[in-house]
T-cell receptor, first 112, second 115 residues
Framework: KNQVEQSPQSLIILEGKNCTLQ??????????LRWYKQDTGRGPVSLTIMTFSENTKSNGRYTATLDADTKQSSLHITASQLSDSASYICVVRAGGSYIPTFGRGTSLIVHP | DSGVTQTPKHLITATGQRVTLRCSPRSGDLSVYWYQQSLDQGLQFLIQYYNGEERAKGNILERFSAQQFPDLHSELNLSSLELGDSALYFC??????????????FGPGTRLTVL
């Protein structure tokens, strides 16, 4: 069964600090992996998308990594800002499938 | 603003009733996806349409149905509503990427409350 597990479930950090969110998946065969940011009560917004051949992708202060061998991805946020407070969702798509598998997200709170 | 519109923004109704949620995809996007997000659950994929045809089905209840019209807008119909159907319902449309695969753009969602 295709599954995506994210950790930690929630995280509180101080403004200006860095943090790393984890995503482990069992989706096979692997097609691509996305990280989304979802503000409370709003739709998710794509941060990065990575295919099998990519192991790092950056979007401003967000850097995603992918290790397809261990089926792990991480999202690193640098110099956090209050506006980074949101849920971060890892989504993996299997090759040949139109149905994505969503993780349950990591809730990040950035305190001043 | 993702370019995907959803109406209504909020909907309050009673158990046993039927409601229709509407989604207009981004201009040029042929695919529409519907998702349900409950408080204690992550995003759950319900169904996908591509250019008017059903393409993939996820965890969609038999009480729920959807369709995509010739102008590419989509409607999600929820009937015999139960308290547990209270959730945020998102629509997304997608564009095919040059590198392959596709990227989904989500609408603002419809918050359904069943009393």
């Amino acid at each position: 069964k295709n599954q995506v597990e994210q950790s930690p479930q929630s995280l509180i950090i101080l403004e200006g600090k860095n943090c790393t969110l984890q995503c482990n998946y069992t989706v096979s065969p692997f097609s691509n992996l996305r990280w989304y940011k979802q503000d409370t009560g709003r739709g998710p917004v794509s941060l990065t998308i990575m295919t099998f051949s990519e192991n790092t992708k950056s979007n401003g202060r967000y850097t995603a990594t992918l290790d397809a061998d261990t089926k792990q991805s991480s999202l690193h946020i640098t110099a956090s800002q209050l506006s980074d407070s949101a849920s971060y969702i890892c989504v993996v798509r299997a090759g040949g499938s139109y149905i994505p598998t969503f993780g349950r997200g990591t809730s990040l709170i950035v305190h001043p | 603003d993702s370019g995907v519109t959803q109406t209504p923004k909020h909907l309050i109704t009673a158990t046993g009733q039927r409601v229709t949620l509407r989604c207009s995809p981004r201009s040029g996007d042929l695919s529409v996806y519907w998702y349900q997000q409950s408080l204690d659950q992550g995003l759950q994929f319900l169904i996908q349409y591509y250019n008017g045809e059903e393409r993939a089905k996820g965890n969609i209840l038999e009480r729920f149905s959807a369709q995509q019209f010739p102008d590419l807008h989509s409607e999600l119909n929820l009937s015999s509503l139960e308290l547990g159907d209270s959730a945020l319902y998102f629509c997304a449309s997608s564009v095919t990427l040059v590198a392959g695969g596709s990227e989904q753009f989500f609408g603002p969602g419809t918050r359904l409350t069943v009393l």
